[in-house]
């Protein structure tokens, strides 16, 4: 029953984020907005909301291992596993603000999540935690890539000819409604069935967060990306990954740590460290290719890096 309960989960989570993505990206397009802005804004939005609800629901729930590996497994998991699908399915050309700005400030972000929830270690207690004040930092750093992305925005940004709203405007609200609901107790499911389970097996939360959990709450961003992909919008595709990433990073772990202090164990610094590796993969694969493009070459790489990651978690666990 706890696992029906979490593959249930991750099915509502998905079809919730689907509709959630496809109504808010249809707004958007009415509004005008560039493909770019749409990745790093709404459809980055609607596909954390996952890890958002079931970080929030595991911190208030006492399983702080859960909250923090499913955050640190999902930028994983985005950068490595959903990033090297989308680009298996097609080379990715990326913007040169992306190389500069946006992956830059989500390896800041990863950075910045490291040293507060280390900052223990330079005082006079040891005891690792990320606080309701660091998680008001988390915010404000949050705010000021809002302020980035409004910028870009603003900028001369243009929509391709094909970027047509699919659905009209009652519709679209419809499905924002109804991805919410599907959100929100998918992620109910989910807590519910990882704790269950992780309690019958003898196994940590932090085992589940950053396997089941993590990968089931990227599913949306997998989904978002890859279809981006097929359907030749690299902005989309690249900016839901780094959009996300930074989402988890600073508005979710900030949200979830605002409302309930969270204990940091040493071991996930090395999870952290895969975090910012990652980052920077991207950053060196960029800067070696001869037109800024993710190949597929690149994307196999990425997938084969996260099956060994993976496997290390198992063994470590």
């Not at 606080?131 to 705010?143: K, P």
């Not at 202090?261 to 999870?271: C, G, M, Q």
């Not at 993976?310 to 063994?315: E, F, G, N």
């Amino acid at each position: 029953m706890d696992a029906l309960l979490l593959g249930a989960g991750f099915l509502i989570l998905l079809v919730g984020a689907e509709l959630l993505i496809k109504g808010s990206s249809s707004v958007a397009t009415r509004l005008g907005i560039s493909p770019l802005v749409i990745g790093l804004t709404v459809v980055s939005f609607g596909t954390s909301l996952p890890e958002m609800l079931v970080s929030v629901v595991a911190g208030l729930r006492g399983s702080s291992d859960l909250a923090i590996a499913n955050v640190i497994g999902s930028n994983i998991a985005n950068i490595l596993l959903v990033l090297g699908i989308a680009a298996m399915v097609r080379p990715l050309p990326v913007r040169e603000s992306t190389v500069v700005s946006e992956i830059p400030f989500s390896l800041t972000a990863a950075l910045l999540v490291g040293f507060l929830a280390n900052a223990a270690l330079f005082s006079s207690h040891h005891n690792l935690s990320i606080s309701r004040l660091d998680g008001a930092i988390l915010l404000f750093f949050f705010f000021l890539f809002l302020l980035y992305v409004y910028k870009v925005a603003r900028e001369k940004q243009h929509l391709d000819q094909d970027a047509n709203p699919t659905i009209n405007s009652v519709l679209a609200i419809l499905y924002i409604s109804l991805g919410i609901v599907g959100l929100y107790l998918g992620g109910q499911w989910v807590v519910d069935g990882a704790i269950s389970i992780t309690r019958s097996w003898g196994v940590g939360d932090a085992l589940i967060g950053l396997t089941v959990v993590a990968i089931g709450t990227s599913s949306p961003e997998i989904v978002a990306s890859a279809l981006a992909a097929y359907r030749k919008h690299p902005d989309m595709a690249v900016g839901n990954v780094v959009g996300s990433s930074i989402f988890n990073l600073l508005w979710v772990l900030g949200i979830t740590a605002s409302i309930v202090e969270l204990p940091f164990k040493v071991i996930n610094n090395t999870d952290l460290v895969m975090v910012i590796v990652s980052s920077a993969l991207i950053i060196l694969a960029l800067v070696t290719s001869r037109s800024s493009t993710l190949l597929r070459s690149h994307g196999l790489l990425f997938v084969a890096l996260y099956g060994v990651y993976l496997s290390y978690v198992v063994y470590r666990g």
